[in-house]
Every structure is written in structure tokens, then in C-alpha cells.
């Protein structure tokens, strides 16, 4: 059994049988449960607009849990975690639908609300909790996009803030999550062998991919309103670029992290004039190959508006404006229908200044620090060191100090990244939640290169499906005499 206390709650899901809850979540809140996390007295409770049989939407629950949990469902697990599952047809915007809510919720445990819907029912969700009086026992969970622009944003926000303070809003980013990103923080901070080095006296450049090798996948409504930038960049790459190149907080509490986060946002250099041509790449998929198949391009795909503009691909150079960072650039890059599933960070490290070696070797030449967060969680440090043999004389070789997560915990499962959100939401604890000021800072840098691709009539770039995007993108970081990590 698990050595954690947490808390009983009632753990109301609004937006239950969507894609995120039935995919994501109601198998996280089954792990929780099956791993002994979920106090014998929470209760969960499924709220959707659909009406009908609330038997037959439990039944549905149950199959999708089969469908993503797989082989690792255990029967009295399950049985378990169903006896405490509950469904409630409500309509979110609908006042007089709450009080059958009010009804269901334990009256000596918080209420955790989490809003799987759309963020433009965000607020009206927050007024009705409070109309019925449980704006005072709740904490909210918002999942993203939260607007799409900084304007937007700060409307969904403020209409939260109206019912709920800060310290009970738990703004979700899932790469927050991930074991790796959450290995960062003791990488760094817990090992003077990286922290010494951590700044533009060792440090070359970093780069940050998040590849994605499926389309749209049925997602074209949502998504060409969003693009990648609002949709990729905004949060996750921005959220990690912010961890590997924050100072060290004064302590572990949520807030001091979060106030490191805040001063790289704010250090991040705007992109405009000249740079949005020399620092910034937009690209659409066409048609092309994925897994030795033949797959549409993105103006191909069912529902499409074939006059899009949309972007599925941005690589970027980010340059942070403060004394640990002068000079180093920071590579980004995010698409869809890339070679791979690939998210990973590669911090470069500077070559010796004396070279003693052959001179035909410098090529070899570089220490990479590489962490990776999907699809094998793990970490890898490149080093330089010699081949074995009395004929090699002092030929290098370049070769990993490897930390394979599942490798090295092999009787261990990792976690999913919501496992850890919803038990640290259950736990009251917000060091992994995206403050509101994080969201502007980062929406405000995003918005000024949206406008600046507006203003100058920028179209996305071609690149074949199956590729790592535009031929232009490769030029971004060769421009500086640099290349893409491990591209094939």
C-alpha cells in the first residue's frame, strides 16, 4: 500500500465523457486508486451534459478503461474504483442543475472540480458552484488552452478569480507531470557536478523537440483555429524551456519555483522585424509518407478549409536577456507528422578551449546532456572517452552515461503525468500548476510573433509529411553552425 496520506475529497469530473476524461483520466484516477493513493472515502463523480441511463454512461467509463488501461486492469481493482464512481447529467450553465450536485458532495471533504470543457464555460461553471455555496470548499482544476491570446486569457481568468483565489487554482500543464521534467528540478538542483556549469561560461546551446508523427486526427475544428505556436509552444515547450533556464528557487515551496519561471518569461527577447525571417519558422504538412504509408496533407484532411494558413510546425531561437544566458540560444521546435514521437531536451556543452587531441577528432568533440520525455523517460549524458585496444592509441569516442527509467526501476511502473497532477491536486499542493502571471508572460511573448506573422502576410512553409519540416528550419540553427540533435 502507498505511503502517502491524501485526503478524502469529491472528485467532480465536468466534462466526463470526452475525449481527455475517457482517455486520460478516469485511468489515471483507476491508478490512483489501484495503487492504494485514492482515500477510501473519495468518491468521484462524473458530470456530462448527455442524459439517458447514468448505468449506461458508467458502462462506457468501464469500457474505455479496458480500452486504455489494457493489461494492466486488475478485476477487484476496477471493482473497487467503479463503487465509487457516480454520474450526474447536468448542464454547466444551467443554476437550478447544482443542487443535485450540492447533494453528492461530502460535507466534511473539499470538493476538487476539474473542468474538462471548454474554457468559455469556465466561468459560468465557477458562478453556479458558488450559487449553491461550494466556492468555499472547492478547488479548481483548469485545463488548457486557457484563451487564445493574452486577452482572452486574462477574460477566463478574471472570470475564475471572481469565485476562486489563486492558491485554490490549479492551472494544468500535463508535461508538468512527466517524471523526466520532474527530474530537472533534483538534475539541477541536487547535483553541483551540472549546477556549477548551468550558464553561458559552459553551456553552448540548448534545444528543445517535441515531434508528433500523427495529423490532425479528427481534431481540425479545435485545431486550426489554435495552430502549433497557441497550441504547443505556448505551454509545454515555453514550460520547459522555463525549468532548464530558471535560477534556483529559495526553496521547494510552489510559489518560489513559480517566481523563477516568471523572471525567464519576462527575460525572453521579443522576435520582430528582421527576426521573424531569420529566427522563426512556420510549416504545414503535405502530403507525404508516415510509417511506410501514404497520409494526406493537412489541406487534405476530412473537414478541412483548404484556404488555411495554420501552421503545424514552428522551429524558433529563443534568446534570454539575463546574466546566466547571454549568448545562448535556445532552439524550440514542435510539429506534427514528424519521422517520430519524440520530445526531448539537449543542453550542449562548450568544447575545451586547449584541444591536445588528434585534429581530425574535434569534430567529435562536445559533451550532451540529453533528457528525454517521451517516448522512453530517461536521461543520458555524452561523454568523450577512449577505444579500447593496444592499436587504437588515442582514438576518442563519444559514448552515454545513461539513466534509463524503465531499465533501471524495472519492477516499477512510471507514472502517467496526470497520475502525479491529480494526486498533488488532492494533496493541495500547486508546485505543478501553471500560475495566472506564467500564462500572460508566455501569452504575451506568443502574441507579439502572431502579430508580426500578420503584419508581414508570413504563409506557413511546406515540408512533406514524415520529415522534420521545412528545408528552412534545418537553416535556422545551421545559420549558427549548429544542427539538429539526432535528426535521420
Known sequence: MASITVEPCTFALFGALGDLALRKLFPALYQLDRAGLLNEQTRVLALARE????????????????????????????????????????DFLQAQDYPALLEQVQPDAPLIAYFATAAAVYGGICENLDKVGLSERTRVVLEKPIGHDLES??????????????????????????????????????????????????????????????????RWGYFDKAGQLRDMIQNHLLQLLCLIAMDPPSDLSADSIRDEKVKVLKALAPISGEGLS???????????????????????????????DTETFVALRADIRNWRWAGVPFYLRTGKRMPQKLSQIVIHFKEPQHYIFAAEQRLQIGNKLIIRLQPDEGISLRVMSKEQGLDKGMQ?????????????????????????????????????????????????????????????????????????????????????????????
Open 153 to 218: 486569457s486574462r477574460r477566463v481568468n478574471d472570470a475564475v478569480a471572481q469565485y476562486f483565489p489563486e492558491n485554490r487554482v490549479y492551472r494544468i500543464d500535463h508535461y508538468l507531470g512527466k517524471e523526466t521534467v520532474q527530474n530537472l528540478i533534483a538534475l539541477r538542483f541536487a547535483n553541483s557536478l551540472f549546477e556549477t556549469q548551468w550558464n553561458q561560461n559552459s553551456i553552448s546551446h540548448v534545444e528543445i523537440t517535441v515531434a508528433e508523427k500523427v495529423g490532425i486526427e479528427g
Open 278 to 308: 531569420t529566427q522563426v519558422v512556420r510549416g504545414q504538412y503535405i502530403a507525404g509518407y508516415s510509417e511506410g504509408r501514404a497520409v494526406p496533407g493537412y489541406l487534405e484532411e476530412d473537414n478541412s478549409n483548404t484556404q488555411s
Open 396 to 488: 576518442l569516442r563519444s559514448g552515454p552515461l545513461q539513466l534509463n527509467f524503465s531499465d533501471t526501476w524495472h519492477s516499477a511502473r512510471i507514472p502517467d503525468a496526470y497520475e502525479r497532477l491529480l494526486l498533488e491536486v488532492m494533496r493541495g499542493n500547486q508546485n505543478l500548476f501553471v500560475r495566472k502571471d506564467e500564462i500572460e508572460y508566455a501569452w504575451k511573448w506568443c502574441d507579439q510573433l502572431i502579430a508580426g506573422w500578420k503584419h508581414a502576410g508570413d504563409a506557413p512553409k511546406p515540408y512533406a509529411a514524415g520529415t522534420w519540416g521545412p528545408m528552412s528550419s534545418i537553416a535556422l540553427i545551421t545559420r549558427d553552425g549548429r544542427a539538429w540533435y539526432g535528426d535521420i
Open 51 to 90: 442524459a439517458g441511463s447514468p448505468q449506461e454512461h458508467l458502462a462506457t467509463i468501464e469500457a474505455h478503461l479496458h480500452k486504455h488501461v489494457g493489461s494492466d486492469i486488475e478485476a477487484l481493482a476496477l471493482q473497487r474504483f467503479m463503487a465509487r464512481l457516480s454520474y450526474l447529467h447536468v
